[in-house]
């Protein structure tokens, strides 16, 4: 089971399926992103978020019961925003079964609620994508 959860934390961190936009369009400089609590002080602020939520995976992850040998590889992706108060709501989860889908859902909820994105000092909501194999 850890050998599966090193895969996994290995295929999150090499290739997260970030895709920040807000609207439509991807961060630009006048947009700043959600800070994630423990980033504040980072120079690198993205990349911190990113760190940080691949380690919140990693930590949180959990195999649904009812998984089976028929799910191992099975890939969920689930979009989410960071609201204007800095909540995670989930917009949308697709792949895999229901059972997969929630524990995903699960894992993304349980972020700590962040320093919301903004954009010309109005809190902003951003969205993500993160995908999650099994």
Known sequence: MKKYIFILTLILTSSFGFSQT?????VSSKEV???WPGCEESSQKSNCFNQMLA???????????????ED??????????VDK??????????????LLQKEAERNILAIPKMKPGHLNGKARAIKYKVPFTF
């Open 22 to 26: 807000a609207s439509g369009n991807k």
């Open 55 to 69: 380690k919140h995976i990693q930590q949180n992850f959990k195999f649904p019961k009812g998984y089976s040998s």
């Open 85 to 98: 108060t800095g909540k995670t709501k989930i917009l949308e989860t697709t792949g895999g079964r229901e």
């Open 72 to 81: 191992k590889g099975t890939r969920v992706i689930v979009s989410f925003v």
């Open 33 to 35: 992103a959600p800070v």
